[in-house]
């Protein structure tokens, strides 16, 4: 599986993510609302970690650049 998003959409979706998670923990973990903002952060996490995005997949898009292809180089 090859990563289609960039390091600013990673950090963008672990930022949503983990205010959704804080949401979620403090008011809206009862009901379908809660399930809803559970299930989004969790999928925000998983993409941000991974790399990979489905919809980003079924659209043919990708937010990866060669900068962010690229390894760290040793100085």
Not at 28 to 33: E, F, K, Q, R
Not at 51 to 61: A, D, N, Q
Request: glycine share 10%.
């Amino acid at each position: 599986m090859k990563q289609n998003m960039g390091d600013a959409d990673r950090t963008i979706r672990m930022l949503l993510g983990g205010a959704l998670a804080i949401l979620f923990f403090v008011a809206a973990h009862d009901g379908t609302a809660g399930a809803i903002v559970g299930g989004i952060s969790v999928i925000l996490f998983i993409s941000a970690l991974t790399g990979w995005s489905v919809i980003y997949f079924l659209l043919r898009i990708s937010t990866r650049s060669d900068k962010d292809a690229k390894p760290l180089e040793r100085s």
